[in-house]
């Protein structure tokens, strides 16, 4: 069964850190293009980064430029986003998901396998 399942999110102050991670089930992530997005309340899911499949390309959404970062682990089957500087514009649903290639324009039809997501509430 191909899944992937996102851990990591939790209740930060502003300014704080957190490094979500995503886990691949059921297929080798090295084989896809790994991307990391998130869904506010009353809002799209935005796109933030993504990493190519040989791990040599990554993009990162205005948003998240030098405050997130994507990484991954092939011996554990895990990608990662760490992400600093956290703002209470923040606060969403994140998610990874797997699409063949890693495009800057992160169109959310090009991914699958969406997990079921890790909130990130940042509030004082």
């Known amino acids: 069964q191909v899944q992937l399942v996102e851990s990591g999110g939790a209740l930060v102050q502003p300014g704080g850190s957190l490094r979500l991670s995503c886990a691949a089930a059921?297929?080798?992530?090295?084989?896809?293009?790994p991307g990391w997005f998130r869904q506010a309340p009353g809002k799209e899911r935005e796109g933030l980064a993504c990493?190519?499949?040989?791990?040599?390309?990554?993009f990162y959404a205005d948003s998240a430029a030098g405050r997130f970062s994507i990484s991954r682990d092939t011996s554990k089957n895990m990608v990662y986003l760490q992400v600093a500087s956290l703002k209470s514009e923040d606060t969403a649903v994140y998610y990874c998901?797997?699409?063949?290639?890693?495009?800057?324009?992160?169109?959310?039809?090009?991914?699958?396998?969406w997990g079921q997501g890790t909130r990130v509430t940042v509030s004082s």
């Open positions: 998901a797997k699409s063949s290639t890693c495009w800057r324009r992160f169109r959310v039809q090009d991914y699958d396998g």
């Open positions: 059921g297929f080798t992530l090295d084989d896809y293009a």
């Open positions: 990493m190519s499949r040989s791990g040599e390309t990554i």
